[in-house]
């Protein structure tokens, strides 16, 4: 029941791990503040950084952790493949620069993050990331921006002998880009689905809708929108370096969109506010 979900609320992955159901995303925290506002999210009782090696601040949100006091098996910490480490070499050196940065014995997730290098590249890198799960690098797998397209060809891959599980999908997935058709395929196969730019970069804090629901619920344009993924099922993963938004955006869990509601967010949209590596056909 959503209704019943907290900050301490997990989901079970098919890997068996527990990931917590909102993220705390880090794409452009620049370095010298990404450990500190990283504190205050783990502070305010986030469970969950989602890094990038792109972000180039996986050594200052992992030092986060410590500096919280909190024991490295409290936080779910994902990073990913970069696009310009595709392919089974470029992918294996990736993850193990990534867990030097972090100076962490393994990550909570590793998602290849575009389906860039074609399919050699992307089944490389997969290969890459079943290894490193083996060896105990990473508790669970899974990639990001693939289109249904890639994911098929991924799934012929892991069920002809290559192996892994698909645990999580990211895309960007908000009220006007909800992605039915690739969230289906994913919840079909028992994948749970993160949802970044949850609250479209701030660029539709004037929506009349949200203003409505956010009047209705006494609740900012953020938080409805943080929970609708909530009750979309997703796990949702808002970025801020504002203290008092780090601490808004978690400030989700005592109200519940009504069905109506959840409709009138119903926008059959395909509006990007990011990249969109999904259509990637090569
Ligand atoms: N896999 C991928 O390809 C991919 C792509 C994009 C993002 N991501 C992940 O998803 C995370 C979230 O996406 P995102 O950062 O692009 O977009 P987002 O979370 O939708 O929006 C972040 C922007 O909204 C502002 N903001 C945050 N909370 C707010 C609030 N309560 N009220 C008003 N404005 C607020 C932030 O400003 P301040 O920071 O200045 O407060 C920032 O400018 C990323 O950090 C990253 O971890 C993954």
Redesign the pocket.
């Known amino acids: 029941m959503a209704r019943s979900l907290t900050l301490k609320s997990t989901k079970q992955l098919l890997s068996g791990y527990e990931i917590p159901i909102l993220g705390y ?5 620049p370095t010298n503040v990404a450990e500190d506002v990283t504190v205050e999210a783990l502070r305010l009782g986030y469970r969950h950084i ?3 090696a792109a ?1 180039k601040n996986e050594k200052e949100v992992s030092a986060a952790i410590t500096k919280a006091g909190l024991p490295r098996s409290e936080v779910f910490l994902t990073t ?1 493949i970069p696009p310009a480490a595709t392919g089974y070499d470029a992918a294996r050196q990736s993850i193990e620069d990534s867990l030097k940065k972090a100076q962490t014995e393994y990550f909570d997730l590793i ?1 290849i ?2 389906p860039f290098g074609g399919k050699e590249g992307r089944l490389g890198s997969w290969r890459a990331l079943v290894e490193a799960q083996k060896a105990g690098k990473t508790r669970s797998i899974g990639v ?2 693939f289109g249904v397209h890639h994911l098929e060809e991924l799934e012929e891959y892991i069920k002809s002998g290559g192996g892994g599980q698909i645990a999580v999908g ?1 895309y ?1 997935i908000h009220p006007w880009l909800a992605r039915s058709e690739l969230v289906a395929w994913l919840e079909k196969r028992g994948a749970v689905i993160q949802a ?7 660029q539709r ?1 004037d929506e009349p809708v949200l203003k409505e629901l956010g009047k209705k619920y006494g609740k ?4 409805v929108l943080i929970r609708w993924s909530l009750q979309k099922g997703l796990v949702p ?6 203290p008092a ?1 780090i601490r ?2 978690a400030e989700v869990f005592d109200f519940e969109l009504d069905e109506g509601d959840m409709a009138k967010l119903q926008t059959d949209k395909y509006e990007p506010c ?2 969109d590596p999904t259509v990637n056909q090569d």
């Open positions: 995303g880090v794409y452009q925290t989602d890094s990038a972000y990913k998602l993050h575009a990001s921006n990211q960007e970044y730019c949850p609250i479209v970069r701030n804090g900012t344009a953020a938080q993963l808002p970025k801020s370096v504002t938004r808004e955006n990011a990249w």
